[in-house]
Nanobody, 117 residues
Framework: QVQLVESGGGLVQAGGSLRLSCAASGSTFTINRMGWYRQAPGKQRELVATISSGGTNYADSVKGRFTISRDNAKNTVYLQMKSLKPEDTAVYYC????????????WGQGTQVTVSS
């Protein structure tokens, strides 16, 4: 069993910045991929960014503004968000693909990001 704890969300004005963190803990495991998804009211959950040994992947809407990074020693993934826009407003969810006997997906509790105009 793996637990994910997210932090860093909040309210910010358009053009501002926020940094999200997600720390994974629990049973012995190997992290294959970590990423961030978001869900706005009335919309489906969508990919924001992922990071793995193969590199990084970003949604077109956030390229050039968001940066995903990781600290392998701390089992933590970060999302640095700059030049935030009102359309970035959503609940942001951390996701990890781990191997703990078999491959499994785990989700964080979600953290609210609100960008005012």
């Amino acid at each position: 069993q793996v637990q994910l704890v997210e932090s860093g969300g909040g309210l910010v004005q358009a053009g501002g910045s926020l940094r999200l963190s997600c720390a994974a803990s629990g049973s012995t495991f190997t992290i294959n991929r970590m990423g961030w998804y978001r869900q706005a009211p009335g919309k489906q959950r969508e990919l924001v960014a992922t990071i793995s040994s193969g590199g990084t992947n970003y949604a077109d809407s956030v390229k050039g503004r968001f940066t995903i990074s990781r600290d392998n020693a701390k089992n933590t993934v970060y999302l640095q968000m700059k030049s935030l826009k009102p359309e970035d407003t959503a609940v942001y969810y951390c996701n990890v693909l781990v191997f703990s006997g078999r491959l499994n997906n785990y989700w964080g509790q979600g953290t609210q990001v609100t960008v005012s105009s």
